[in-house]
């Protein structure tokens, strides 16, 4: 059912007889039409921006910032976490992104969530072209520990081992580790999750807190 603007609007729209428009009315009461519908259409846009504040509150996206558009790897001994989430997303560059292609600036990627967890010898670098920016931490009895861990990659090996995992969920309804992607797509979730040899290609990573013993960064000719 039409709301009273939407009606006031169709109605002020309908194109008069000669008899009884005149002239000097013509260009106000358009004016006054096209407003009414700059309005309606603010609606929808409005509408969109609130939803996306409200997913954003409740952890429904992935990545909350525009990547860059260059990828990373990020290897490990092991990894162990409890309250494990993977579903299928799309992260978005910045635009005009020099890093685009023929993507239009986004890359389908896997999301992975981990309510809390531990790495152990992690090495993360980028290729800048000549030569890898090198990170690495955990390689003595210190762990890097994360909490609220999300990674977006496009490529995940590894020796891996689930309890209590579900497959087919729908993103939506995800409750293992707080986080949640689009209805209708495909899913799955356990308790712990464990990896050995862990190897991705990541375009982003997020985490509430991430603790990294014996961190060093420097400039490499290989990566990891």
Do not use: W
């Not at 920016?133 to 999300?150: E, F, M, P, R, Y």
């Amino acid at each position: 059912m039409a709301s009273s603007s939407d009606a006031s609007a169709s109605h002020d729209s309908t194109p008069e007889s000669p008899e009884s428009g005149s002239a000097a009315e013509g260009p106000d009461r358009r004016g006054r039409v096209r407003l009414r519908r700059a309005a309606v259409m603010a609606v929808p846009a409005t509408a969109v921006a609130a939803g996306l504040m409200i997913l954003t509150a409740q952890g429904a996206l992935g990545v909350q910032f525009a990547i860059s558009g260059m990828p990373f790897t990020v290897t490990a001994t092991e990894l162990n976490g409890t309250g494990f989430e993977q579903f299928g997303n799309l992260d978005n560059m910045a635009e005009d992104s020099p890093n685009a292609g023929d993507t239009g600036g986004q890359v389908l990627v896997v999301t992975s969530a981990i309510k809390n967890a531990t790495l152990t010898k992690l090495c993360q670098s980028v290729d800048l072209g000549g030569t890898n920016l090198l990170i690495t931490a955990g390689s003595g009895a210190d762990k890097v520990q994360a909490t609220n861990l999300t990674t977006d990659s496009t490529e995940l090996s590894g020796d891996a081992a689930f309890d209590n995992i579900e497959i087919g969920n729908d993103a939506s309804t995800l409750s293992k580790a707080g986080v949640q992607g689009n209805k209708g797509v495909f899913s799955q979730q356990a308790d712990t999750v464990h990896i050995a040899n862990l190897r991705q290609t990541n375009y982003a990573t997020t985490a509430a807190v991430f603790k990294l013993p014996g961190l060093k960064l420097r400039f490499s000719d290989q990566g990891c």
